[in-house]
C-alpha cells in the first residue's frame, strides 16, 4: 500500500473527473468525498476536501505498485493540467 497527499482546491473536481473516466472500463464508486476505482492492478482510494486529494493504492501484488503510481499520476496531471505537474510524494 503507498499514499499521496496532493494540495489542491480542485481536490473534488479531480477525483471525480478520474473516477468518471474510469467508469467506462472499471467498477467505480463515488460520492462528494471519497472514491474508489478497482483497476486491474489492484484498488485506488481517493479522499478529497477542500485543501487536499488523499491517493491510497492497494495494488493485488507488489509488482503491480510502481505501475500503478504511474497510471494515476499520469491521469491526474492530465485533468490538472492548469496546476500541472503535481507534487505526489508516495508513502
Known amino acids: ?9 480542485n481536490a ?3 477525483m471525480t473527473q478520474l ?6 472500463r472499471f467498477d467505480i464508486a463515488l460520492d462528494d468525498a471519497t472514491g474508489t476505482a478497482q483497476l486491474p492492478g489492484g484498488e485506488v482510494r481517493f479522499v478529497a476536501d477542500a485543501e487536499t486529494l488523499a491517493v491510497e493504492i492497494l495494488p493485488k501484488d ?3 505498485l510502481p505501475r500503478m503510481k504511474e497510471v494515476v499520476a499520469e491521469h491526474l496531471n ?6 500541472a ?3 505526489l510524494s508516495w508513502s
Open 1 to 9: 500500500m503507498t499514499t499521496a497527499i496532493i494540495k489542491t482546491a
Open 12 to 14: 473534488r473536481k479531480y
Open 19 to 24: 473516477c468518471k473516466h474510469w467508469s467506462h
Open 62 to 64: 507488489a509488482s503491480a
Open 78 to 83: 492530465r485533468f490538472a493540467f492548469r496546476e
Open 85 to 87: 505537474p503535481l507534487s
